[in-house]
């Protein structure tokens, strides 16, 4: 079956970054759109960006010019860069393949003021 793994959550102050990843398993569709979702506390959960197989991109206004989508496709990995982060980007972060429907089970994300 298909299998979404994410990694690279943690605690870091705010401004720091880290690099969120998700190893993609069994997708066998020839296009894709795969995206990052969070989820914070008491929140519903939100679009935070999404990476056609064409290579477009689209962010959350929140998270423009902070965040950086990409895929390696020879390594089946979306990452999620996020840079000059603040406290309201805590959350629990997803990665998602949209066309199919998979979803991960979520990497926590906890920026100290």
């Known amino acids: 079956g298909v299998q979404l793994v994410e990694s690279g959550g943690g605690s870091v102050q705010a401004g720091g970054s880290l690099r969120l990843s998700c190893a993609v398993s069994g997708y066998t569709y020839s296009t894709y759109c795969m995206g990052w979702f969070r989820q914070a506390p008491g929140k519903e959960r939100e679009g935070v960006a999404v990476i056609d197989s064409d290579g477009t991109t689209n962010y959350a206004d929140s998270v423009k010019g902070r965040f950086t989508v990409s895929v390696d496709n020879a390594e089946n990995t979306l990452y999620l860069q996020m840079n000059s982060l603040k406290p309201e980007d805590t959350a629990v972060y997803y990665c998602?393949?949209?066309?199919?429907?998979?979803w991960g089970k979520g990497t926590l994300v906890t920026i100290s003021s």
């Open positions: 998602a393949a949209l066309v199919g429907g998979y």
